[in-house]
């Protein structure tokens, strides 16, 4: 489980480079077409926020793999070891079950609704479930990674 979700995890990093490249040369044409060109494209701002949606959510999904996700540590500052473990694993269990119950059985009805309904953007003409896509993916590598996180601290506890 750990070398899936090392390897997810750097799959993830380099996808969000690149996404984030992608967003940079929207914008940049976006300017460029708009002042020097003075005949905007209407695609690219766009597709600036269809990225940045992604960026968004699959960075969540990074962000938590790192740990790097904002937290208060009032309580954990005054438990022993033991206590810090087992409220690790609590929180890592609560956003679990949140990962599972809003973003992918949530998210999913959401892509499956806008599929369903034949939805599409209006600029670029994209299925907006395409979007909405990221949504049951970040939660599945969120979950991914609770697991991932749950077995290892239970494995330093035995081990």
Same mark, same amino acid.
């Given at each position: 489980?750990?070398? &899936?979700?090392?390897?997810? #995890? $750097? %799959?993830?990093?380099?996808?969000?480079?690149? /996404?984030? *490249?992608?967003?940079? =040369?929207?914008?940049?044409?976006?300017?460029?077409?708009?002042?020097?060109?003075?005949?905007?494209?209407?695609?690219?701002?766009?597709?600036?926020?269809?990225?940045?949606?992604?960026?968004?959510?699959?960075?969540?999904?990074?962000?938590?793999?790192?740990?790097?996700?904002?937290? &208060?540590?009032?309580?954990? #500052? $005054? %438990?022993?070891?033991?206590?810090?473990?087992? /409220?690790? *694993?609590?929180?890592? =269990?609560?956003?679990?079950?949140?990962?599972?119950?809003?973003?992918?059985?949530?998210?999913?009805?959401?892509?499956?609704?806008?599929?369903?309904?034949?939805?599409?953007?209006?600029?670029?003409?994209?299925?907006?479930?395409?979007?909405?896509?990221?949504?049951?993916?970040?939660?599945?590598?969120?979950?991914?990674?609770?697991?991932?996180?749950?077995?290892?601290?239970?494995?330093?506890?035995?081990?």
């Amino acid at each position: 489980m750990k070398n &899936i979700a090392i390897t997810l #995890s $750097k %799959l993830l990093q380099f996808m969000l480079v690149a /996404l984030m *490249a992608a967003m940079v =040369v929207s914008v940049v044409w976006q300017v460029l077409s708009r002042y020097l060109f003075v005949v905007p494209a209407a695609w690219t701002e766009e597709l600036a926020r269809f990225l940045l949606i992604w960026i968004g959510m699959l960075g969540a999904a990074y962000a938590y793999r790192q740990g790097s996700h904002l937290g &208060i540590d009032l309580l954990a #500052s $005054k %438990l022993g070891d033991k206590g810090k473990r087992v /409220l690790q *694993a609590s929180i890592h =269990v609560v956003c679990l079950l949140f990962a599972v119950s809003v973003l992918v059985v949530g998210g999913g009805s959401l892509v499956s609704m806008t599929w369903e309904l034949k939805q599409y953007s209006a600029a670029m003409g994209l299925p907006i479930s395409y979007v909405y896509a990221v949504i049951p993916i970040s939660g599945a590598l969120i979950c991914l990674f609770a697991i991932d996180a749950i077995l290892q601290k239970k494995q330093r506890l035995t081990g």
